[in-house]
């Protein structure tokens, strides 16, 4: 565990993620970052204690999917998008159309409000690759995407369930479980158990994100 990769500070979380960060995409979550705190003294979109940690708990929690993503392996369907189910503020799902303009995101989210800060945000950074679908994912005309993320979306078994419309074979899922991740893959069954990991997080010792092999 000791060996293991850690940010512990703001700093060392903006660092992290402006690595992975165009100068153009650097500018852009930087405006993303203001626009979420101030949009969040009008709803709650992230829990005012995690303000002032708003890199480390969001934004690079966000950003690290990519590096499960396996964006350039040959072997990695891209024919779908990234799919991001219960975005809330864009999370990780805007963070993810910013840093990777060529991508394109489809973000789910069902509460109004929150569907219009995600077009405010689209609209005033131009992110071109990035659509919001203001619904229940269960409503939505099932399509096929390359990725699928969720955070702090269902219960492992009720997401797999929602989503199998939208995924193949070869669709890769990204979940950050926070804290739960071992104990949420271990209660499901053994054939679904098999076909994913627990990675571990940048952002939080104890925490994990669950990856489809
Ligand atoms: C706990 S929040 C997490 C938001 C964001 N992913 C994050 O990590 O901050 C869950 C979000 O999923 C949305 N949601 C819940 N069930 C949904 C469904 N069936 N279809 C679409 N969105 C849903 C909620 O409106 C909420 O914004």
């Known amino acids: 565990m000791s060996d293991r990769r850690l940010l512990t500070s703001e700093t060392e979380a903006r660092s992290y993620v402006e690595s992975l960060a165009s100068q153009e995409a650097w500018e852009g979550l930087n405006r993303y970052a ?9 709803q709650n979109l992230i829990s005012k204690p995690s303000e002032a940690s708003l890199w480390l708990r969001h934004i690079a929690d966000s950003a690290q999917l990519l590096e499960h993503a396996g964006l350039n392996a040959p072997s990695q369907n891209t024919d779908g998008p990234w799919l991001d189910l219960g975005s809330g503020p864009g999370l990780p799902g805007l963070i993810i159309s ?41 409503r939505i005309d099932p399509f096929h995407a390359g990725i699928i993320s969720a955070r702090a979306f269902a219960p492992l078994e009720k997401l797999l369930s929602l989503s199998a419309p939208f995924s193949t074979k070869h669709t890769r899922y990204l979940l950050p479980k926070g804290r739960s991740a071992a104990h949420e893959l271990k209660r499901v069954k053994a054939p679904i158990r098999k076909m994913f990991h627990v990675k571990h997080s940048l952002t939080d010792a104890d925490a994990g994100i669950i990856v489809s092999k």
């Open 34 to 42: 203001s626009l979420l705190l101030e949009e969040n003294q009008r």
């Open 98 to 138: 910013i840093l990777s303009p060529e991508l394109p995101v489809v973000l789910v989210e069902s509460r109004a409000r929150r569907v219009e800060f995600l077009e405010r945000c689209i609209s005033e950074m131009g992110l071109n690759n990035c659509t919001v679908r203001g619904d229940r994912l269960e």
